[in-house]
Structure formats: structure tokens, C-alpha cells
């Protein structure tokens, strides 16, 4: 990392935290000599990634195939207010994973797409039925291996830089979070039907990923 060297971060734990605090990635990949991205829901197991989509998509046959991918994930911390436009950034937090994809089949497939469930509502997987046999044949369950030398983070957590000359102009930091609002009945949902224990749960979490510990040093 030649540019700003001192938002790179190398240990193993700094790159599970940007994965960790995130749901959604962006899958690139080349095909027939094309870019290929799309974002796509994710979750780490491990030491891997896990992805899925529907087997009829062309582009994800070619990736579980083989064909080298990058993952990135981007989490935006703060609009970083400077006294001027040149001056202003951002806080944020990115990770991007390379590797190539293999699918998973059997019990490894279902037990991928039910940790991918529990990632995005944690226990919903117990209260609904298992997955049918029609549904896993219609879907493509893939792990990215996390491996050393294939992966970057960089985090920006800072005020902007001072200015050179005397200025009125307001400095400072915009703090952005995702957060969960409550959930919205769907209209054909069966009456006196009660929103599950897990999405309550989820709601009542204090935001979809956890928030910077210190927003400035």
C-alpha cells in the first residue's frame, strides 16, 4: 500500500472485524473478457467466506468453476467536514479478499446456506423448516478461503487535516451507522401472526454492524 501506508492494517483480527460488521460485499470477476461485479450477500465462517446465488446464473457457474474473484467490503464511519472541498474525506473502514470460489454440495451446502441465514437473522434458521431438497438443488452455495498474502483492510479514523491559513469554516465529523427500524408487516402476512423472537431480537440490536470504538484518535 503506497498511499497513506498508515491506514493499512495486517493482522488476521482487523480484517475479521471489517467482514464481521458488514452484510453485503461486491463479488468482481472477469468473464469472456469482461468486468463482472455484483454485490452480493456474504458471511464469514472461519477462515472462509461464504457466498450463494441461483444456479442459473451463467456468471456464478464461472466463478465456482474457478476463475479468480476479488471480494471487497465498504463501511462508511463518518463524512470528515473539512474547510475546504479538497480537504474533506471520509472515515471508513474496506477489506477486499482475492482467492478462487468452490461450490459446496450435500451437508457442506446446507450448512452453508443455514450460516448465511444465521448471519443476517441470527437463530432464524430454528424456526423455520429445514431447507428442501427442490430449493438446494436451485441454489449455489460457494466458500472463498481467507489466505495469508491474498488480502488487504484499511481503515481512515481521523480528523481532517489542519488548515495552513486563520478560517471560520466549520470542522468536524458527520457520524454515519446503519441501524435496524422496525419491521414492516407485509400485507399478506396470516393475521394475528407475531413478528419471530429472531427479527425482534434483531431489532432491538443496537445497529446492523458495531459502531468505531473511537471515531477520532
Known sequence: MNRHPERARTARDDLYAVLDASLVGTL?????????????????????????GST?????????????VALSVTLMDGLVVAHSTFESSANYRSAVVHGTLEALSGEEQVRAL????????????????????????????MWLPIVDGQWTVKVRNAWSDLPEEPTDAWIGIVPVRTVYDEPVTAPFSPPGAEVP?????????????PLVEERVP
Request: charged fraction near 25%; proline fraction near 8%.
Open 114 to 141: 443455514d450460516t448465511l441465514s444465521d448471519r443476517l437473522i441470527p437463530g432464524r434458521v430454528a424456526e423455520v423448516p429445514p431447507i428442501r431438497r427442490k430449493e438446494a438443488a436451485a441454489t449455489l452455495a
Open 28 to 52: 468482481s470477476t472477469v468473464v469472456d473478457g469482461r468486468p463482472w461485479v455484483v454485490p452480493m450477500l456474504y458471511a464469514r465462517d472461519g477462515d472462509r467466506l461464504l457466498v450463494h
Open 197 to 209: 423472537a429472531s427479527v425482534r431480537r434483531l431489532v432491538a440490536s443496537e445497529s446492523a454492524g
Open 56 to 68: 442459473g446464473a451463467g456468471a456464478l457457474r464461472h466463478v465456482a468453476s474457478g476463475a479468480p
